[in-house]
């Protein structure tokens, strides 16, 4: 089964030798999801969901323009697989042609998925196994994302 997610934010969590790191925080199931991201990552994601507009399109901008522009669109975003602490994400499209839908599946790593998605404001879906592997109770965070 999948859960629909809610990206929660950007929060900072402790690495295995102490140093600071971001990740981005999703909701599904009643339970939160951390997925550890690079600076840059963080800050794709966190200038997607303030909705600042740039003179120049960035990257995941730019791809969401590209895609439409083709006559796609983005369907929804799956995070659907973990292994050895690695999540996995695919992007669900489609395009029409000639009146009948094609869709297609794209490879991509949730931090790109999760900015496409809040882009464009498509479903982000979380598998059942990867939230039996890697969620955890609201109450683990000692952080506050009501306020």
């Not at 994400?89 to 790593?109: I, L």
């Not at 982000?124 to 196994?129: A, F």
């Amino acid at each position: 089964m999948k859960h629909r997610a809610v990206v929660r934010g950007i929060g900072v969590g402790v690495g295995e030798d102490g140093s600071s790191v971001p990740a981005v925080i999703l909701e599904a199931r009643d339970e939160f999801l951390p997925i550890v991201i690079t600076s840059d990552q963080a800050q794709a994601i966190q200038l997607g969901l303030s909705g600042e507009q740039f003179e120049r399109p960035l990257t995941h901008d730019l791809l969401v323009e590209m895609v439409t522009e083709f006559g796609g669109a983005i369907d929804s975003i799956r995070i659907d697989d973990i292994s050895n602490g690695t999540f996995f994400a695919k992007v669900d499209a489609e395009r029409y042609q000639h009146g009948e839908a094609q869709t297609f599946v794209f490879d991509a790593r949730p931090s790109d998925a999760i900015s496409l998605a809040i882009r464009v404001d498509c479903p982000i879906l979380i598998s059942d196994g990867v939230l039996d592997a890697a969620g955890q109770p609201p109450e683990a965070f000692d952080v506050d994302f009501d306020e």
